[in-house]
Each structure stands twice: as structure tokens, then as C-alpha cells.
């Protein structure tokens, strides 16, 4: 696995890429990681910094002839989002990612590969590292916990950058330029439940097969939420059934994939007759977005306790009820979804029931539109509902002098005009930009395909393309004022 990622070209870039996925790195256990850079500074003999919540700051003089440029600040995250298969056996705490190459992609064994964002943070490193590229004063700035809360952009406070144009590698379209982002809420609704002795067969249902992939980037595909699908089936059998369990989704920030629920029933045939028939309905709902979407219903291990049926109806309506998905494209930006929800994680068991959702928007008030939308409606069956994590978008600057200059550039190295965009996805430019307002900021990045799922993969011809115009953009920074 190494040597054939290391043997692919820029080898600077794909070297450090290899060096950094060796480490294992999750959101909030980014520990390694941060020792890992700080390591990779000290060894380069550059000024190397840890801030008070776990970010690196690694700055870099300007090469002879750039003093007079614009100091830059080149920033990504170290953690990544970790999500495997059902049947993949992996430890995100102590494993390194196993990669691979298929056909002009690297990609990773069954679990996601964390080209979002290592391949900006390998490109970072390699910049640091280099004694061949021509350069401006760097501050390269590597935050943490960026997937799960942006606490890294958060907590950094003003004074430690001094930087005046800030470029965020943190982006996955290699024609795209991106001058704009959601901001995003995270939604807790908890309740508790009676339970009650359990009489009847157990059966697991399962759905599985789904592609996943970013709550943000990849909602506007319509593709299938494994908890809305799960919730039709136990709607359409609830008269037959009672919940003992639902295990659904992962991370907020992932569309899921999977879920899981047992439940007791008293009429087998009543209950696969419902069963079959909505499964086969949704699928043929899917079957041109979900080819591998698989619906089964398994008799196993017997439960011992059910939530009440008067219970599970307010349960079943309040996620029906829930929205998922598109809520407003922007009337702004064509093609630009504005305001979303992810219903991301369902979890009953033991009288106790907590369902998590990430709303997106670019626009603040109707973020919280959306908030409030949801919290009426699990208010109303009687949920706890709590918000955290809030963060802004990014207003795009459609005068932004970097933009300008990077426009230009990829006109002039690739004969074709960049698609100049505001994304949907939580990018840390917003939150940087409330202690650093009066920074330039613009992203970019090679093209990522499956983000947030075990079908993560990178573009080796398009890590090329980024790596060619990175260079040309160092060169070209404008000279200070």
C-alpha cells in the first residue's frame, strides 16, 4: 500500500499524505495528530506553536524575492470523519488508514479515507517542507475538530495570525473556487420511555446499502437517509409491532448509511406482508440513486422489553413529521441549496431515546427557521430539545482581491473559466473570519468524491491539477500595500 501511493505524482504531496494517515486522527482525539505536526515543524527548524485548544500554527519566512508579498495564511483541519463498513474490522483510535489505488482513485479498505482534509493538510506540509517553491511569508494554520463542533476555529483567538490573505484547502472540486459556506446548529431531541414486557417474536430489521456521504455537500442528491427509511418501514407495520431497539446512523455530518431496529411482533405474517410491501415500494423509489439499497427482516435472539404502543406512535410521527434534506435552495446562487436538515442518528434502547440532527444554512435566520421547525415538531411529542455547536456561514465577497488573482491564474494554466461558488458545507473561513474580519479568504481543492462514507476517494490526475495551481497562486500573491 505505501510504496504505491508514494510512488504516485506530486510524490511530495502523496508522501506527506501517506506520513499523515498513518496517525490515527478522529474529532476530538486529535492528540497524535497535533504531535505529529508539531514533530514536523520543529524537524524543518520553523517556528512551531500549539494554542490553548490543540491548534498548530507553523510559520515559514518568505523564499528570497517575496519578502515584499502579502503574508498568507494556508490552513486545513487534521481530524477526519471516521465511518466504516458493517463487515469492516477497524480501530479509528489506533489504526492508520489502509489505502489503495483503483483506477486513477486513491481510496481506502472499507472505511473512509480522510482526503477531507488531509490531502490540504499534505499539500500544507509539503509547501513547509519545500526548498524549491517560491513563496510569500506562510503561517500554516492546522485546526482540529472541524467535523464535529469547528471548536479548532472557535477557540482561536485573535493575535495569533497575522496574516492578510487566508487560503482554506478544504474544498472538493477542482474547478470550483469558493468564496462562501453554510453555517450550521447541531439538534438533540431526548426523551424517556416505558418500557413493558415483551410478547411475541423478535425480528431485526435492517437497512443497509445506502451511498451515504456529506450531510452538506452531497444533500442535494436526494439520496436515501437510512432513519426517514427506517421510520417508514416501522409506520407502515406499526399496528403489528412494538420497537425494542433502533440503532441508525453515525456522525451528524454524515448522510447515513445504515440502520438497525428490533422489534417484537405478534402476527409474523401480518408483519412481513407490511414489511415486504413498503420495502419494495422504497426501493423502487431508490433504484436509480440506491442500486444496493437491501431491506431484510430477520427473526433473532428474543427482546425483553418494548417501548408501549401509545409511546412509539408519537416517536414514529415526530421523525416522520421531522424534515430531511433540501428546505431552500438559495434565491441567490443558482444551484446553491441555502438551508438543510440531517436527521443523523436515532438511538432507542433501555427507556431512553435520543434522535440528532446538523441543520445547515448560508442564511442565519433561516438556520434557525429550521431549528425551530424541528423543535416543534419533537416538542410536540413531548422531546427534549437542545441546540449546540452553532456556527456562521460565510458571506461570499464577490470584490475579494484574492479571488481575482486566482480567477485570472486558473483561466491562464487551465484554458477555462473556474466555477466561482459558495458551498454548502460547514468551511472554517466563516468562523475565522469573526476574530480575523478583515482577512481575504478564499477555498479551493482537489476533487474528493464520497466524503464522510467508506466510498471516500481522491482523484489522482485532480491532486495534480491542485497541486500545479497552488504553486502558481503562491507565486502570484500581490505584494503588500
Not at 426501493?283 to 430477520?298: A, D, P, Q, S
Not at 438543510?340 to 444554512?361: E, F, H, M, P, Q
Request: hydrophobic share 40%.
Amino acid at each position: 500500500m505505501s510504496a504505491e501511493i508514494r510512488n504516485l505524482e506530486p510524490k511530495a504531496l502523496w508522501n506527506n499524505f501517506a506520513d499523515l494517515n498513518a496517525v490515527p486522527r478522529p474529532s476530538k482525539k486529535e492528540e497524535k495528530v497535533i504531535n505529529f505536526m508539531v514533530e514536523f515543524g520543529e524537524k524543518l527548524g520553523l517556528k512551531t506553536v500549539v494554542d490553548p485548544v490543540g491548534n498548530v500554527i507553523i510559520k515559514k519566512p518568505a523564499t528570497e524575492g517575496m519578502e515584499n508579498r502579502k503574508k498568507i495564511v494556508m490552513q486545513s483541519h487534521l481530524d477526519m470523519v471516521c465511518q466504516k463498513n458493517a463487515d469492516t474490522e477497524f480501530d479509528f483510535e489506533t489504526e492508520g488508514i489502509k489505502m489503495y489505488v483503483d483506477n486513477g482513485w486513491v481510496t481506502a479498505k472499507g472505511t473512509t479515507l480522510g482526503a477531507d482534509n488531509g490531502l490540504g493538510v499534505a499539500a500544507i506540509m509539503s509547501v513547509l517542507e519545500s526548498t524549491d517553491i517560491a513563496h510569500p511569508a506562510i503561517e500554516a494554520l492546522f485546526t482540529i475538530d472541524e467535523e464535529t463542533g469547528m471548536t479548532g476555529a472557535m477557540g482561536l483567538q485573535a493575535g495569533y495570525l497575522t496574516g492578510e490573505i487566508l487560503l482554506n484547502l478544504d474544498t472538493e472540486e477542482d474547478d470550483e473556487i469558493d468564496m462562501g459556506c453554510a453555517g450550521g446548529i447541531d439538534i438533540t431531541a431526548t426523551k424517556s420511555y416505558t418500557e413493558e414486557a415483551a410478547n411475541g417474536t423478535t425480528f431485526e430489521i435492517a437497512v443497509r446499502g445506502l451511498n451515504g456521504g456529506h450531510s452538506g455537500m452531497d444533500i442535494i442528491k436526494g439520496l436515501g437517509n437510512a432513519n426517514k427509511i427506517m421510520n417508514r418501514i416501522l409506520y407502515a407495520t406499526m399496528e403489528e409491532m412494538q420497537i425494542s431497539e433502533i440503532n441508525g446512523g453515525s456522525l451528524r455530518n454524515a448522510i447515513p448509511r445504515e440502520s438497525f431496529a428490533k422489534v417484537v411482533v405478534n402476527n409474523k405474517e401480518n408483519f412481513l406482508a407490511k414489511g415486504t410491501e413498503i420495502a419494495n415500494t422504497i426501493k423502487e423509489e431508490y433504484k436509480t440513486l440506491e442500486e444496493n439499497l437491501e431491506i431484510t427482516f430477520v427473526e433473532t435472539e428474543a427482546s425483553e422489553k418494548v417501548m408501549t404502543k401509545e409511546e412509539q406512535k408519537f416517536v414514529i410521527q415526530a421523525i416522520y413529521a421531522a424534515h430531511n434534506g433540501v428546505y431552500r435552495m438559495s434565491p441567490d446562487m443558482e444551484d446553491l441549496v441555502e438551508t438543510s436538515n440531517n436527521i443523523a442518528r436515532v438511538i432507542v434502547k433501555d427507556g431512553s431515546i435520543k434522535i440528532g440532527c446538523l441543520t445547515r444554512s448560508s442564511v442565519e435566520s433561516t438556520k434557525m427557521d429550521l431549528a425551530y421547525d424541528l423543535k416543534a415538531v419533537f416538542e410536540l411529542a413531548k422531546f427534549e430539545v437542545e441546540f449546540s455547536g452553532s456556527y456562521p456561514g460565510w458571506k461570499p465577497n464577490v470584490n475579494s482581491p484574492i479571488l481575482k488573482v486566482m480567477t485570472k491564474l486558473y483561466e491562464d494554466l487551465f484554458d477555462s473559466k473556474p466555477n466561482v461558488v459558495a458551498c454548502h458545507a460547514g468551511l472554517e473561513c466563516g468562523i475565522l473570519g469573526t476574530n480575523y474580519p478583515e482577512m481575504d479568504m478564499i477555498s479551493f481543492g482537489p476533487n474528493i468524491r464520497g466524503a464522510h462514507s467508506p466510498d471516500e476517494r481522491a482523484e489522482v490526475k485532480s491532486a495534480q491539477k491542485f497541486w500545479k495551481y497552488l504553486i502558481e497562486i503562491l507565486k502570484n500573491i500581490p505584494v503588500k500595500a
